[in-house]
Each structure stands twice: as structure tokens, then as C-alpha cells.
């Protein structure tokens, strides 16, 4: 589920919105502000990913919650809600990196249409991030590789690895657990998960590293870089 915060100092439009089935989208409703000062304290408690807010606000308006949240959460999506319809607050919210602009009085089907898209968004970023941690790993894999069978890594290869294991220094050790007494595949898998664990605890409590398992041809094999 993701997060979202309504922001709107008229009690009525704050109850009305919180009250809409959001779990349709994938919403849950985390905090509910009556002005953008408030806002910014719950935002300090909790992140949300999404934020729908007022333009017209006392102590802190939408445009000043925007640019307070553009400055220091440029991850949370905005959704503006506003009775003026003048291009100059539009304008202005999308530099402030606004995602949608909605009119008051609130219509159903736009708001709908809006948060189809706030949610599809988040969606595909979040499938970006996945990937990326997908790529990294497979980097780090086929670089660790080649260092535990002695070939050659230098040059850009070899910084890429060093920042992705954060590390200034490389250095391999390798653990074999000859398993061909007990060929069957949960025994192996059991050794490999041993390994994991080990090297898991090591690189946690050292805040450094790399670890690398390999089963092949009967054999356990790990790698600590």
C-alpha cells in the first residue's frame, strides 16, 4: 500500500477526501493536516508517498509546502487541489515538481484519473529501483567471478566494483565444501545457505564487502571479497 497525506484547512473537504476508498488504488491514508505547517512536522514522523494539498492555506500555504517538499523530499509525489484556476499557480506548481493539478469544486472522475496515474508512477519506479539492485548484483556477481578465478579486473571494471561493495581494497577468500558424498540438491542448498549466513553476518558486523556462492559439479562454493 502506499502512503498518502491530505492536506486541506477546511474540515469538510478533509473529512470528505479521507473518508473516499482509497484502498481501490492501493492507498491507505496516514495522516490528515489542516495546513501546511502541520504537514511538514507529520512528514518529519513519516514519509508518504503521496501528498494531496491546498494552494490556499494559512501559517503555510501549498505552494510553500511544495517548495519545502521539492527541497527535501523530491521522492513524494504531489497532488494540489485548488480553486483557482489562473495559469500562474499551475505554472508555478510545476516547477515545484508537482505531479497533477486538480480544480475545485472535486470531480469524481478527474480525481480518479489523477491518482490512476500518481499510482502507476510509483509503480514504475519502484520496478526502476528493482531492476537497478538487479543490475548491480549481477555486476558485482560476474566481476567477483572472474577475481576467484584469478583473471584480470582493472580499469573502470574494477572502480565499479570497488563503489558497489564499497570498498577501497579487494581482497578474496574462498571456502569449498566438497559435497559428493551427498549428491542430492537440499543438502547443497543447505551448505550454500550456510555459507550465506556466515558471510552475511561477517559483512553486516564489518560494514564492508562482498560475498559470492556458487554450487557446481557437486561442490559449494564460496567467495568473501
Known amino acids: 500500500m502506499y502512503k498518502m ?10 473529512e470528505g477526501l479521507s473518508k473516499l476508498n482509497w484502498k481501490q488504488y492501493g492507498i491507505e491514508i496516514r495522516a490528515v493536516c489542516k495546513n501546511g505547517l502541520e504537514a511538514v512536522e507529520k512528514i ?16 503555510m500555504d501549498g505552494l510553500e509546502l ?3 517538499i521539492n527541497k527535501n523530499h523530491p521522492d513524494i509525489n504531489m497532488v494540489v487541489l485548488s480553486g483557482y484556476s489562473d495559469f500562474t499557480y499551475a505554472k508555478e506548481c510545476i516547477k515545484l515538481g508537482v505531479f497533477d493539478y486538480i480544480l475545485k469544486p472535486i ?9 490512476r ?4 508512477h510509483l509503480a514504475e519506479e519502484k ?32 572502480d565499479i566494483f570497488k563503489t558497489l561493495v564499497e570498498g577501497d581494497s579487494i581482497r578474496v577468500a574462498a571456502f569449498v565444501q566438497d559435497t559428493m558424498t551427498a549428491k542430492n540438491t537440499s543438502n547443497m542448498k543447505r551448505v550454500g545457505k550456510s555459507f550465506r ?25 564460496g567467495y568473501l571479497i
Do not use: H, W
Request: net charge negative; charged share 35%.
Open 127 to 158: 520496478d526502476k529501483i528493482r531492476q537497478n539492485d538487479i543490475s548491480e548484483e549481477i555486476i558485482k556477481e560476474t566481476i567477483a567471478e572472474k577475481l576467484v578465478q584469478g583473471k584480470d579486473v582493472y580499469g573502470a571494471e574494477l
Open 197 to 221: 549466513e556466515v558471510f552475511s553476518k561477517y559483512i553486516k558486523d564489518t560494514d564492508a564487502g562482498y560475498y559470492y556462492v556458487q554450487i557446481k559439479e557437486g561442490r559449494v562454493m
Open 5 to 14: 497525506m491530505i492536506v486541506d484547512d477546511e474540515r469538510l473537504i478533509r
Open 117 to 120: 496515474r500518481v499510482v502507476k
Open 107 to 115: 470531480d469524481s472522475d478527474q480525481l480518479s484519473s489523477a491518482f
Open 44 to 59: 518529519k514522523e513519516d514519509i508518504p508517498d503521496i501528498i494531496m494539498f491546498d494552494i490556499c492555506m494559512p501559517i
Open 66 to 68: 511544495a517548495t519545502y
